[in-house]
């Protein structure tokens, strides 16, 4: 009789029609690999790991004779070699970055003309329970209302606050965040919306999620008109409630969803959908400094709203940062808000639609460099 056993990690074996498939998972699947490895502290030497490409090249191509069929063997073959060295690179790249973590984080929040959205978003970022971080405010032209605001909440902060401001052009969101970036001076950045409350573990979730040549796409939960109205006015610390209390609010129809508030231990399912730039939101977005720097940011061709988002994260997976999923570890609590003028929507998708055919375009073509000493 068979022995039954529990798998460890997720089954990585997948068919495939032709040889581009299999390049695509030997990068996919070298991925997940090294992380395997590495969450199994294995260390492994150069000498060992350029022996085990080579064994696989002679056991495959010679004596499961791949070599009876030439080209297609010989492609096969070479792709897992691939493979091999990926893995084993990818490693050493996760075993050089574990000692080098995220310093200090920069949170991202922009904002116009919503005070009382702005207030209740910092409100949840100072219940964090962890502190090393800043709040940099991208402030699009907002009334001396949100300056005041600021200046209270800066008074009384244990984090750093900083304002960064512009006047009033219209909308101008990628300009604002990119002017933020250059003034923040953590390493790594999560960009939040002014009117999105997070919960006290969200910097802390965020922090643990961190890493190398990923950027980390959250969700959210949005509230009702009627909702948001009754949180702002009574100014309600949402953001502390239990999951109990957001079940309630599902049953009642005041948030659209309760899935982002539960939390799920994914594991190495959040890499499954490296190149996926589809549902990353600038609302709950997290990168690292140097791979926002070599995108070039925010491109500032894309005025007024739509696809500034989905711009980044597609020039991010072209230059090679692959995406992991924060959704069940980082949500956030997005209040309501009227539709922005979508006059620009159509350009900017067009826009948007040349860009992801490009695979060599990266740099945007009116980015962060320009603020940057």
């Given at each position: 009789?068979?022995?039954?056993?529990?798998?460890?990690?997720?089954?990585?074996?997948?068919?495939?029609i032709?040889?581009?498939?299999?390049?695509?998972?030997?990068?996919?699947f070298?991925?997940?690999n090294?992380?395997?490895?590495?969450?199994?502290?294995?260390?492994?030497?150069?000498?060992?790991?350029?022996?085990k490409?080579?064994?696989?090249?002679f056991?495959?191509?010679?004596?499961?004779?791949?070599?009876?069929?030439?080209?297609?063997?010989l492609?096969?073959?070479?792709?897992?070699?691939?493979?091999?060295?990926?893995?084993?690179?990818?490693?050493l790249?996760?075993?050089?970055?574990?000692?080098?973590?995220?310093?200090?984080?920069?949170?991202?929040?922009?904002?116009?003309?919503?005070?009382?959205?702005?207030?209740?978003c910092?409100?949840?970022?100072?219940?964090q329970?962890?502190?090393?971080?800043?709040?940099?405010i991208?402030?699009?032209?907002?009334?001396?209302e949100?300056?005041?605001?600021?200046?209270?909440?800066?008074?009384l902060s244990?984090?750093?606050?900083?304002?960064?401001?512009?006047?009033?052009?219209?909308?101008?969101?990628?300009?604002?965040?990119?002017?933020?970036?250059?003034?923040?001076k953590?390493?790594?950045?999560i960009?939040?919306?002014?009117?999105?409350?997070?919960?006290?573990?969200?910097?802390?979730?965020?922090?643990?999620?961190?890493?190398?040549?990923y950027?980390v796409?959250?969700?959210?939960?949005?509230?009702?008109?009627?909702?948001?109205?009754?949180?702002?006015?009574?100014?309600?610390?949402?953001?502390?409630?239990?999951?109990?209390f957001?079940?309630?609010l599902?049953?009642g129809?005041?948030?659209?969803?309760l899935?982002?508030?539960l939390?799920?231990?994914?594991?190495?399912?959040?890499?499954?959908?490296?190149?996926?730039?589809?549902?990353?939101v600038?609302?709950?977005?997290?990168?690292?400094?140097?791979?926002?720097?070599l995108a070039?940011?925010?491109?500032?061709?894309?005025?007024?709203?739509?696809?500034?988002?989905?711009?980044?994260?597609?020039?991010?997976?072209?230059?090679?940062?692959?995406?992991?999923?924060?959704?069940?570890?980082?949500?956030?609590?997005?209040l309501?808000?009227?539709?922005?003028?979508?006059?620009?929507?159509?350009?900017?998708y067009q826009r948007?639609?040349?860009?992801?055919?490009?695979?060599?375009?990266?740099l945007?073509?009116?980015?962060?460099?320009q603020y940057?000493?």
């Amino acid at each position: 009789m068979g022995v039954v056993t529990r798998l460890m990690a997720p089954m990585l074996h997948e068919p495939f029609i032709n040889i581009q498939e299999v390049l695509c998972k030997v990068d996919n699947f070298s991925i997940l690999n090294a992380i395997i490895l590495h969450d199994r502290r294995v260390k492994l030497p150069l000498s060992k790991a350029i022996n085990k490409a080579l064994w696989n090249f002679f056991s495959t191509f010679i004596l499961k004779l791949s070599i009876l069929d030439i080209s297609q063997g010989l492609m096969l073959v070479l792709s897992n070699v691939q493979g091999i060295c990926y893995k084993y690179a990818k490693l050493l790249v996760l075993q050089k970055n574990k000692d080098n973590p995220v310093e200090l984080i920069s949170i991202i929040v922009s904002t116009y003309n919503r005070p009382d959205a702005l207030e209740a978003c910092i409100k949840s970022l100072l219940q964090q329970t962890e502190q090393n971080f800043e709040i940099i405010i991208a402030d699009d032209g907002s009334t001396i209302e949100t300056q005041q605001l600021i200046n209270n909440y800066r008074a009384l902060s244990s984090v750093p606050i900083v304002h960064v401001y512009q006047p009033d052009y219209g909308f101008q969101l990628s300009r604002i965040r990119n002017k933020a970036v250059a003034s923040s001076k953590g390493n790594y950045l999560i960009f939040l919306d002014g009117d999105c409350m997070v919960r006290p573990n969200f910097v802390a979730k965020h922090r643990q999620l961190a890493t190398p040549n990923y950027f980390v796409a959250g969700n959210r939960v949005l509230l009702t008109q009627a909702f948001t109205e009754e949180v702002l006015i009574k100014k309600q610390s949402l953001y502390l409630k239990k999951l109990l209390f957001f079940i309630g609010l599902r049953l009642g129809k005041k948030i659209n969803r309760l899935s982002p508030v539960l939390s799920l231990p994914l594991g190495l399912f959040r890499y499954l959908q490296p190149h996926n730039w589809r549902k990353a939101v600038g609302c709950n977005t997290a990168i690292w400094k140097n791979d926002f720097i070599l995108a070039n940011g925010y491109d500032e061709l894309f005025e007024g709203w739509g696809f500034e988002d989905s711009d980044l994260v597609i020039r991010l997976i072209h230059a090679g940062v692959k995406r992991k999923e924060g959704r069940f570890a980082v949500p956030v609590l997005h209040l309501w808000h009227s539709q922005n003028d979508k006059s620009k929507q159509d350009s900017n998708y067009q826009r948007l639609l040349d860009r992801l055919e490009q695979q060599d375009f990266i740099l945007a073509k009116k980015g962060v460099s320009q603020y940057l000493q």
